[in-house]
């Protein structure tokens, strides 16, 4: 029996929660020490006394409570507040259960508790950083998507606005693979397992996204993974609306390439005055002789009649569109567009290609601007004359390559790191724009473009494009 005692005095005190015993009436018969600290009162204090634990507002719940156990019910767990001593108050997880005679009647209840002031202090810390995280999201100017497992949980104003939505409403329990290409839904899925597998931010990434009206426009999007900010962690991505600045950078485009037609005019008008003579001298000799010289005719024609389809071709508006196009037919049409204007500079352009190149899938309107833009600047930057070589190679990654050398005057170390931002130029008489648009087409196009060079040994610019194939996105 003293043992029986002694496992029950050890039990009652050598818990970490607080206990106490109650008759059915609720009058406590016993409590441990951790009661005594939970709550501040002595055992001898509350002996005797009806429940001076709980609150007198919730006195009714407990015997209430009291009773259900006696008509049966085995246990019950719930959360409640717990008075102290000083009139102050905590918050305790509470487990009450009945305590029977060897008949199996009710005679009194155990109540053991645990206080989770703690706890219920972090949930309502971090219910305010979620009320604060929803209002920053909310009215942040930037459209902000927050998913997980490709479910959308939240879209702030900004995105609801910029997808065509009534409210974050629309968007609830909507697929994020819903809003993009089906074309794209494996390369989103995988972007998206590592954001989740990382901590840091992907980079911007353009690509199509639709509207909820079904409509596609041109975006960027940045996602990072936000760790149980939202009571669960989910995956927060960044749209920005790209329609503005794709216009702007097709009128930047364009008014580059009415630059370079300006600048091409003079070597097109020598270009054109040559056979002119020839025909007019021709001419001439036919009135004397019978038409020995229509042939030579015909062919300075022919060549009058080519210069002036590029010029117009290059001049023309075109639809953006991409077709398969081969790297060398694209490099001959401008090298024998540019041809006037090499032979002013006493220049000639050599190309070496490779075999079995693969055809590009591009848009060769802009991709020859491109081509017209580095070959000019090469014939250029050599005022006594020279050769420029042009390289077609097959790239490491089953793309295509094209190397342009020249032998002019180069370009050093410090201005080359600054070769291609807006209004930076070498050039006297230079905007600096041609160069960004440069890139910024082949980087459309998923390509890159490098230049190297070197004080007065020549400058080297490759551009490599992927073969021939659709991109994934569509640009």
Not at 293 to 314: A, C, K, R, S, T
Not at 370 to 376: G, S, T
């Amino acid at each position: 029996m003293k043992l029986k005692e002694h496992l029950i005095d050890s039990f009652m005190n050598l818990t970490s929660d607080g206990i106490v015993i109650v008759d059915v009436n609720g009058k406590v018969l016993e409590v441990n020490k951790k009661f005594e600290e939970l709550h501040g009162w002595t055992r001898e204090e509350v002996i005797g006394k009806v429940l001076p634990m709980t609150p007198d507002k919730y006195k009714e719940d407990a015997l209430r409570l009291y009773q259900s156990l006696i008509d049966g019910e085995q246990s019950s767990d719930f959360e409640a507040l717990k008075l102290r001593k000083d009139g102050s108050t905590f918050y305790a997880n509470v487990t009450v259960s009945p305590m029977k005679d060897s008949d199996g009647v009710v005679i009194g209840f155990i109540g053991v508790e645990r206080d989770i002031s703690e706890k219920k202090r972090a949930d309502e810390e971090l219910l305010e950083r979620e009320r604060q995280f929803r209002r920053l999201i909310k009215l942040n100017p930037e459209p902000i998507a927050l998913h997980n497992d490709g479910l959308i949980q939240f879209v702030n104003d900004a995105c609801c606005s910029l997808f065509g939505g009534v409210s974050s409403d629309d968007f609830k329990g909507k697929r994020i693979y819903d809003f993009f290409c089906l074309s794209a839904k494996d390369f989103i899925l995988e972007r998206l397992q590592y954001v989740m597998q990382s901590d840091s931010y992907t980079d911007f990434m353009e690509i199509k996204l639709r509207k909820l009206d079904g409509t596609f426009f041109d975006a960027e999007i940045s996602s990072i993974y936000v760790h149980k900010n939202m009571g669960v962690p989910v995956v927060q991505t960044v749209i920005r609306d790209l329609t503005e600045r794709k216009k702007s950078e097709e009128a930047l485009i364009r008014s580059e390439k009415l630059s370079l037609i300006g600048q091409l005019a003079a070597g097109i008008a020598h270009d054109i005055r040559n056979p002119l003579t020839s025909l007019k001298g021709f001419v001439k000799l036919l009135k004397a002789k019978n038409a020995d010289y229509v042939d030579v005719m015909l062919e300075e024609l022919e060549h009058i009649n080519y210069v002036v389809n590029e010029f117009m071709m290059l001049a023309k508006p075109h639809l953006n569109c991409y077709m398969e196009s081969t790297s060398l037919g694209l490099v001959k049409s401008v090298v024998g567009f540019l041809q006037p204007h090499a032979h002013l500079y006493n220049v000639q352009i050599h190309i070496d290609i490779d075999p079995d190149i693969p055809a590009i899938y591009c848009n060769p309107d802009q991709i020859k601007q491109v081509l017209i833009n580095i070959l000019k600047n090469g014939i250029e930057s050599m005022p006594n004359g020279g050769i420029i070589q042009i390289a077609i190679r097959n790239a490491t990654n089953q793309g295509v390559l094209i190397r342009i050398e020249d032998q002019g005057i180069g370009i050093s170390g410090e201005r080359l790191s600054q070769l291609g931002e807006p209004f930076y130029t070498t050039k006297v008489n230079g905007t600096g724009l041609g160069l960004m648009v440069c890139k910024r087409i082949i980087e459309g196009h998923g390509g890159k473009l490098l230049i190297q060079s070197k004080i007065n040994e020549g400058t080297t610019v490759e551009i490599e494009l992927p073969k021939n194939e659709k991109p994934t996105q569509p640009h």
